[in-house]
């Protein structure tokens, strides 16, 4: 089971797209994907068809009452209209859970350990993380093989990325070890001086962090995400599904075997 988290300190830069996006290209492969959803603000969850204010069931009480066996963790995984794809949904009761457990001895690992009770039900694991760091992002990154950062290209999304890194920097420190990321540019838009300047900019800051490819602006991200499906489901031949496969090929040829 890989583990991969989609994760920037800046809201609207792609992350959900993102990881719906890449989730619907490997259940059309076959594969077993599993959604977590650490925002308070669900967008995930709003994506995917369930009204996180109406769940009887959510992330938040997956942290209060930890399972101890897969059953107890299957409780709280919902099914989705989309085949091969399951969600662990969000709810506003997160953002609680910095002040109620954010002291709590050995949280920063909490999603990695209950992760292994179903790592044998699922080949991929996707999670998407609020823009602010505290325990849900914490938990996120420290469960994970590898960080996707999708950032928009223009200045002030690259300036964000900054924080995002310095971030990361100073978890390998306390964990004594290294993460692997890739950096994603987001609504690319060649006809912009900014989108030119910025993907520049990323390419001269980060050199091999960064995909060598774009995700362009295409309004047909917009059209899925009213019809609650992922882009390649939607419209398989459009310039947002193409990037993204390009992107998920790119990823699975660097994992190792």
């Known amino acids: 089971m890989l583990v991969w988290t989609v994760a920037n300190q800046k809201g609207g830069v792609g992350k959900t797209t993102t990881v719906v996006s890449l989730a619907g290209l490997l259940a059309e492969r076959g594969f077993r ?38 059953a107890e963790l299957a409780q709280v995984i919902l099914p989705t209209e989309i085949h091969n794809i399951s969600l662990i949904p969000a709810s506003m009761a997160l953002a609680t859970l910095d002040r109620v457990l954010g002291n709590k001895e050995g949280m920063g690992l909490f999603l990695k350990k209950q992760l292994l009770l ?3 039900d699922y080949d991929f694991v996707l999670i998407d993380c609020p823009p602010v760091l505290g325990v849900m992002m914490v938990n996120a990154l420290a469960a994970c093989e590898r960080i996707l950062v999708p950032v928009q290209t223009e200045f002030l999304a690259a300036k964000g ?9 100073i978890m390998q420190k306390s964990r004594n070890d290294h993460f692997e990321y890739c950096i994603i540019p987001t609504m690319f838009d060649k006809r ?5 300047n910025t993907l520049k900019d990323l390419k001269n800051s980060y050199a091999n962090r960064v995909w060598n490819g774009v995700v362009p602006v295409d309004t047909k991200f917009r059209d899925a995400s009213l019809k609650h499906l992922p882009i390649s489901s939607h419209s398989r031949n459009c310039r947002g599904a193409f990037a993204y496969e390009t992107l998920l090929n790119y990823l699975l040829q660097i994992e190792p075997n």
Do not use: G, W
């Not at 995917?48 to 069931?57: E, F, G, M, N």
């Open 118 to 120: 179903v790592e044998d």
């Open 192 to 196: 912009t001086r900014a989108s030119l």
């Open 33 to 70: 994907v599993l959604l977590i959803d650490t925002d308070p603000h669900a967008s995930l969850t709003s994506y995917l068809q369930y009204d996180s204010d109406q769940l009887p069931v959510s992330l938040f009480d997956l942290f209060t009452e930890p399972a101890e066996n897969k």
């Open 161 to 169: 990325l900054e924080r995002m890194i310095k971030t990361l920097q």
